[in-house]
């Protein structure tokens, strides 16, 4: 199965770009962080900010997938359309346990998502890998993922303009889980009993939710 495919079928109309959580009617939308500053006196991180996120996300991840759960990795990788192609081993190869797995990993090109001023000398490569989380090194890529705007390791590789954005699509409890940085993550799902224990857990950390 293509991501599409099952996009088409399962999430008719949702686009893997930011803010997931406004496409869907049912979702959950957590803040991060606990309300502890990035930074300290003198422009010096907070680390124990980002510990408390890894905390979290790790603890939201693990709620949502088991270990032997089909899951869709996405990437969205961001660049100029005269650059050359970004290569699929800076995306992936630093969070895959088995190396075999970078020769499954399907591509497509697609029109830049945003609107900026020239827009059209930009696009978008989307990366796709079917797997399981015991095929990934999940608190590397959490972490990764919540990254985005500070120096801190890891963090994903092979960009040119922008972050890039990674999506964990669980096809067989069918939730989509998006972490946008530090500050927050979404997640939506088919069916609200799905997500209903981490909105019942963790309501302290939900800034909105909707399960129509």
Not at 1 to 12: D, G, L, S, T, V
Not at 62 to 85: A, C, G, P, R
């Amino acid at each position: 199965m293509k991501i599409m495919e099952y996009m088409e079928e399962r999430f008719q109309n949702l686009e893997f770009i930011p803010s997931i959580y406004n496409q869907w009617s049912i979702g959950i939308h957590f803040c991060l962080g606990e309300n502890i500053y990035q930074l300290k006196e003198k422009e010096e991180l907070n680390l124990k900010r980002f510990q408390v996120v890894y905390e979290q996300i790790t603890i939201i991840f693990n709620e949502l997938f088991e270990q032997n759960d089909d899951i869709f990795l996405v990437t969205n990788m961001y660049k100029h359309k005269k650059e050359k192609s970004i290569r699929k081993l800076k995306v992936y190869q630093p969070f895959l346990k088995c190396k075999n797995h970078l020769n499954q990993i399907l591509v497509k090109t697609y029109p830049y998502p945003f609107e900026i001023d020239k827009a059209e000398e930009y696009k978008m490569q989307q990366f796709s890998l079917l797997c399981k989380p015991r095929d990934l090194r999940v608190t590397e890529l959490l972490k990764a993922a919540s990254n985005e705007d500070f120096p801190l390791k890891p963090k994903f590789g092979g960009y040119s303009i922008d972050y890039p954005d990674v999506f964990f699509v669980n096809i067989t409890k069918d939730i989509i889980f998006f972490i946008y940085d530090d500050c927050g993550c979404e997640v939506i799902a088919l069916d609200f009993k799905r997500i209903r224990p981490l909105y019942e857990k963790y309501h302290d950390w939900v800034e909105e939710y909707k399960c129509m």
